[in-house]
């Protein structure tokens, strides 16, 4: 950290702000509280310098050597009062106080022009480390092969799920030196290609580096990370989809605008026919069904689809015991907004259970084939499409995905509401609904087994076309799992 007087010239300047989601709160008594999405800090006894320089980073960017050339005392702050300025004492209580908020602290770069930041470097982790070093201008510099550059609300942001750090990009001048790295190149051969001052484009490199998007060849000329074998293992998508949905970044419910409460229950959609099921008696069932240890001690068998028709009752009491809803209640996370949830078979966080059943029936005595919607809270199927066409395509698709050469008798496609998750989970919305799918198909293949049924769980390439036969609203809800229910093989 710089926390040199005023006096030093530069043609860039390092600048100093908190996050968005930090408030600084000074008391009268001068006690200083930070909170942040990481947790409160109290600094007790904080020097006169510390509070002004959190003060001022909680308004933006500001130049930290310029704190107390521009420092007006606050009546309201009697430990404020009288001239302020840098002491040993103070720089090194600053220094700690940044440390210890690290994870809050945004480090940007700008250039005494009074048009703001060229880049800004945000941490989105506890405790980063931020130590910029000048970078010999002619040691080859690329992006990560991890990084990704797309529109931010600030510029373009850079971001790796391999970095500690996010960088907006908020001047072209960045966003000029972050796309040359595309390929390697040098600080040398950036200025010569750009005509960006020397001094301006090393700094950017710096900053760049520091925070992790960009990588420095070593003295062969080779990356680190393309030799690292456990990063080798990662494609760059399913690493950010890990990194991403793992940590809570800025996204979260309360930058979700428009959302509003999403229902328990998907509206009914379409005019089509609306069938009732079966209701079977548990209480019989709970007598006569296999225990839970021989179902799961039982070989699992690969799917092999069969030309045997299943019943409508067959199809209602499956989806009865493994997807209806037993009843609806207020629910929240701890700390987390309420909401209102609902209880099924199958687990799911919060209770949210986002997930919706489409059934495409083959064949099934008492169902006509087509395309149809479960209502879990009513317990019945509404037709959504009776195309012939859509629906072979879809038992297609589940007939290739299951390795076999029928189609079955019938797939069921797991779709999940998103604004259901995102409106609690934010980021991390999309991650836990895959963990539920898991957790439903495993419950319907339990509830299969106990029926005599075999069910099975098939990947289906989709691209759009599931989405065009269930006639989905895109992106709002997906497609995110399947599982086809058959009879056994004998």
Known sequence: MTTDPPGTVAETIPLWSLTDDSLVEIGEDGSLVVVTRWGEYEFVDAEP???ESLRRMALGPVSLANVTSSWEPVEREPDLEG????????ADALRQALKELGGSVVRSLGLADGRGPLLSVIPVVLAPVFAPVEIPATRPI????FSSLR????GMGLESPSARYRVVLSQPWAVHVAATLATAKSVADIVSTTGIDASVVGAIVSYLVAAGVVQVAGEHGRFAEDEDPELGLWSPDELS???TSRTWRPGGPADLPGLGKPPVVKAATGDGPVHPLYRPDLAERAESDPTLTALLENDHTCPEFTEGVLTAEQIGEFLFRGARIRSIGPAHLPNGPAHS???RPY???ACLYELELYVSVNRCSGLDRGIYHYDPLEHRLALVNADEADLDAMLDMAMIGGGNHRRPSALITVTARMPRMASVLGGGAYATTLAHVGALQQTLYLVARAMGLAAHAVPVDAGDRVDRALKLDWPAEVSVGECVLDLPVD
Do not use: I, K, Y
Not at 151 to 154: E, G, K, Q, Y
């Open 49 to 51: 310098l510390v509070l």
């Open 83 to 90: 001239e302020l300025s840098w002491t040993a004492e103070g």
């Open 142 to 145: 690329r992006l990560s092969r």
């Open 151 to 154: 529109s931010d609300a600030d």
């Open 241 to 243: 989809f890990h990194t």
């Open 341 to 343: 949830a609902s209880q």
């Open 347 to 349: 687990f799911s966080v």
